[in-house]
């Protein structure tokens, strides 16, 4: 079967500084893959080539398959439906109400019939534990977990089968971070959804992740389960995963999977 996401050589440039080298990764379906590394090593820019928010300045990104530029516009426009993303403090329309905002995707796809959009932009509100009452509010009137809930409603709004969410849990409390994981892991094993996800935080890591892949210099340092991640001998993985506070944090991110 293909892979939902295939990284085949991807090099990366901004300017005259290379932020990835030949990055060559392969990420199965149903997997949930955490991608981790030092601040600035890439890993948002890893998920915008993803989405084809950007293009990488060699090598290829493959979707289900495919490659993500491939095809004609149907056929770009097919692909676009099967992956949903989060982004890093929701980016929300600010303009929209949350009814708007979830129901933006499904009427750029052509969804037009009102009674249809009420009743599936209520769906994907249930889906993230959000009752109908929430619809019409503003962005700015909702707390920072509901706009991450509202977020993911929006990302799920066309049934996608790849999720990728850029720092789900940062911002949130650890209640807050607690619940939405929660939310995540559910919706994944309900959904049978890809997921990767971008995180600094080890609770979140060690609750999702079914890899990892660690982000260094450029390049994937490693990529396997978190026992394997752990067993790497590099300073980044010893100062990230070993050591007190980490060592418990992954504790108690076990205790929620
Ligand atoms: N559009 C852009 N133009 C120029 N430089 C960019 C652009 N986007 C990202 N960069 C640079 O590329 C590098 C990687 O950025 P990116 O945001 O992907 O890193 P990150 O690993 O997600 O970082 P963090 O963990 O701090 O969020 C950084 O040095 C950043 O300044």
Redesign the pocket.
């Known amino acids: 079967m293909a892979y939902p996401v295939e990284l085949c050589g991807v090099s990366?440039r901004?300017?005259q500084?290379w932020?990835h080298r030949r990055i060559d990764l392969a990420v199965a379906a149903g997997e949930v893959v955490a991608?981790v590394?030092?601040?600035?090593?890439?890993?948002?820019?890893?998920?915008?080539q993803m989405v084809g928010l950007?293009q990488p300045a060699e090598g290829e990104v493959r979707l289900f398959g495919e490659p993500l530029f491939g095809g004609s516009r149907a056929d770009q426009l097919a692909r676009r439906r099967r992956f949903g993303m989060l982004f890093?403090q929701g980016a929300l329309f600010s303009a929209l109400n949350v009814f708007a905002n979830v129901a933006f995707p499904l009427r750029e796809f052509g969804i037009r019939d009102e009674d249809m959009l009420r009743d599936l932009v209520l769906l994907k509100l249930a889906m993230v534990e959000l009752g109908p009452e929430v619809a019409l509010r503003m962005p700015a009137e909702l707390s920072g977990g509901m706009v991450k809930r509202v977020a993911l409603a929006r990302a799920l709004a066309l049934e996608p089968e790849l999720l990728l969410l850029?720092?789900p849990t940062a911002g949130l409390d650890p209640d807050r971070s607690a619940g939405f994981v929660r939310l995540i892991r559910g919706l994944h094993q309900a959904l049978g959804l890809t997921v990767i996800l971008?995180t600094?935080d080890l609770d979140t890591l060690a609750a999702l992740a079914t890899r990892v892949a660690v982000?260094s210099e450029g390049r994937i340092l490693a990529f396997g389960s978190l026992e394997e991640i752990m067993r790497v001998q590099d300073p980044f993985i010893e100062r990230f995963f070993h050591s007190e506070r980490s060592q418990a944090a992954l504790a108690r991110g076990r205790g929620l999977g």
């Open positions: 990366t901004f300017g500084t932020v991608l590394g030092g601040s600035g090593t890439g890993k948002t820019t890893l998920l915008r950007l890093q850029d720092e971008v600094h982000l």
